[in-house]
Antibody
Framework: EVQLVESGGGLVPPGGSLRLSCPAS????????MHWVRQAPGKGLEYVSA????????YYADSVKGRFSIFRDNSKNTLFLQMSSLRPEDTAVYYC?????????????WGQGTLVTVSS | EIVMTQSPATLSVSPGERATLSCRAS??????LAWYQQKPGQAPRLLVY???TRATGIPARFSGSGSGTEFTLTISSLQSEDFAVYYC????????????FGPGTRVDI
């Protein structure tokens, strides 16, 4: 059974940093594109970042480029999102999402999400 | 960036009725479109991908159609558990100017 369990969210002041973790089970991370999608309170879904199965392709939304970094630890089968220079508008539930073997495919499994609140 | 629009924003339907949700892409995305269902306090769930293929375990009352720029999700006979928000998602653009989501359609009783 595929499982994704995000952790690392919390309350952080503007300008602060957080690292989100997403250990995966039921499949091998490096075989699949992995994504982060966020949802601000009461709002819709926003695509944040992606990493290809081999790690050779990485994408960031313009809203987070230069501040967020996506990476994987294959030995721990875990996806990460390092977030720095956080802004109040980054407040959202962050979902770790499994894609398919290629980058252009649907998101078939979602974690339960972890809430990041950026506030003083 | 490909902009996705959905209509209507809210759809009020009675149980047992048919619901038709629309999604439009600002440029052609062939059939690289998925639909997700999200209930309050839950993560989204994949319903349909490649515009018309139901995901594993999704009931047959959910059907998707369309290609290019116009897409439709139809729920043939609404059940109580179907009242939720539905998002369309284009995954055509890689390296992406962004995989993008529509703003969602809320299906209310």
């Amino acid at each position: 059974e595929v499982q994704l369990v995000e952790s690392g969210g919390g309350l952080v002041p503007p300008g602060g940093s957080l690292r989100l973790s997403c250990p995966a089970s039921g499949f091998t991370l490096r075989g699949y594109a992995m994504h982060w999608v966020r949802q601000a309170p009461g709002k819709g879904l926003e695509y944040v970042s992606a990493i290809s199965g081999n790690g050779g392709s990485i994408y960031y939304a313009d809203s987070v480029k230069g501040r967020f970094s996506i990476f994987r630890d294959n030995s721990k089968n875990t996806l990460f999102l390092q977030m720095s220079s956080l802004r109040p508008e980054d407040t959202a539930v962050y979902y770790c999402v499994k894609g398919v073997a290629t980058m252009t495919g649907p998101f078939d499994y979602w974690g339960q999400g972890t809430l990041v609140t950026v506030s003083s | 960036e490909i902009v996705m629009t959905q209509s209507p924003a809210t759809l009020s339907v009675s149980p047992g009725e048919r619901a038709t949700l629309s999604c439009r892409a600002s440029q052609g995305i062939t059939s690289n479109l998925a639909w997700y269902q999200q209930k309050p306090g839950q993560a989204p769930r994949l319903l349909v991908y490649r515009a018309s293929t139901r995901a594993t375990g999704i009931p047959a009352r959910f059907s998707g159609s369309g290609s290019g720029t116009e897409f439709t999700l139809t729920i043939s006979s609404l059940q109580s558990e179907d009242f939720a928000v539905y998002y369309c998602h284009q995954y055509n653009n890689w390296p992406p100017r962004g995989f993008t989501f529509g703003p969602g359609t809320r299906v209310d009783i």
